[in-house]
């Protein structure tokens, strides 16, 4: 199916409003393009550390949306522009220019699998569901992972680091806390190193589904591990849902600047003799995320690196 592309210039002031007219009048989705500057908030839920340059804000909103090309969409756009020029009467909504372009119909939620194929770590196969294990891999250890929407297929080296760590503390029976769980392929790859049981939690929702979705596939059932939504640092509701004082292991692969409030929090949750796994940082805050590791009471136990990511493993007494 081909489908119309239509880019609509508007103001930064406006795109909110403009945005929720598309809505009313039956338009699905709409992608906004602006200059404004990331809010920290922003900013801790990007699975970046070093942000892109960005040009100052402008003033200016661009507003892309679809229709079918066969649909009444001249209809709709004369109410539209109709809509605009109402706006403008009382608000600044820009020049409302609005250029049109065609485009194929895909399915964006899974063109990225051509991109993704299997893989090892160290001894590790981690392979996706709709690839089978070859000859010559039978006797590793496999692990099927669909990241789909969410954060974490192994191939990163923040991720390496974890697995590696997570697999030279975990002790049969440990009890494992994973906070920012995305695919959650650090709890499931615990579990097969022998934890008993593993909480994971993710501000995402598509991380319960991606998590629950990739468990199931790797034969893991939901009497072995709970995926909570939710952020750990501020809401206590989340805080007693994980449980105080309990944790053999926490893995935290974020960032360095969602670790440093998280780790003085994260430490209530730990047994004593509990090690704590961080990754997530960029070399250049390692000093960062150390300091706050030791600010918090821990014993820096290793550090780790690959690339230009660090690892910080700590332990608490």
């Not at 920290?40 to 909103?61: S, Y």
Request: some cysteine.
């Amino acid at each position: 199916m081909k489908w119309k592309q239509f880019r609509l210039k508007t103001t930064t002031m406006a795109e909110d409003i403009v945005s929720s007219m598309l809505a009313d009048l039956g338009v699905e989705g709409v992608q906004i393009e602006d200059k404004i500057p990331l809010s920290q908030e922003d900013k801790e839920q990007m699975f970046v550390d070093i942000l892109p340059d960005v040009p100052e804000d402008d003033g200016c909103a661009y507003l892309t949306f679809y229709l079918e090309e066969k649909g009444e969409k001249e209809e709709l756009l004369k109410r539209i522009k109709e809509e605009l020029e109402a706006m403008g009467a009382y608000m600044d909504v820009g020049d409302c220019t609005i250029e049109e372009s065609e485009t194929e119909d895909v399915d964006w939620v899974n063109n990225w699998k051509q991109y993704f194929h299997q893989f090892l770590i160290d001894d590790i196969l981690v392979i996706p569901s709709w690839e089978k294990v070859k000859e010559e891999d039978q006797g590793k250890l496999v692990v099927h992972i669909d990241p789909g929407t969410a954060f974490g297929t192994g191939m990163h080296e923040t991720t390496q680091l974890c697995i590696r760590a997570i697999r030279k503390y975990v002790t049969e029976g440990s009890l494992v806390l994973d906070v920012g769980c995305g695919s959650g392929i650090l709890g499931m790859l615990a579990l097969k190193f022998g934890a008993r049981y593993c909480v994971g939690t993710d501000l995402d929702p598509c991380a319960v589904t991606a998590s629950h979705e990739n468990m199931e596939v790797n034969g893991i059932g939901r009497d072995r591990y709970e995926i909570i939504a939710g952020n750990i640092i501020d809401d206590q509701g989340i805080q007693e849902a994980v449980g105080f004082g309990k944790y053999d292991i926490v893995a935290a692969n974020i960032l360095a600047d969602v670790l440093v409030p998280l780790t003085p929090v994260i430490v209530r949750h730990m047994k004593p003799g509990a090690v704590y796994i961080t990754s997530g940082i960029i070399d250049a805050k390692e000093e960062t995320v150390k300091d706050a590791v030791k600010a918090a009471g821990l014993e820096i136990l290793e550090v780790n690196h690959q690339g230009e990511w660090v690892s910080v493993v700590a332990g608490k007494k």
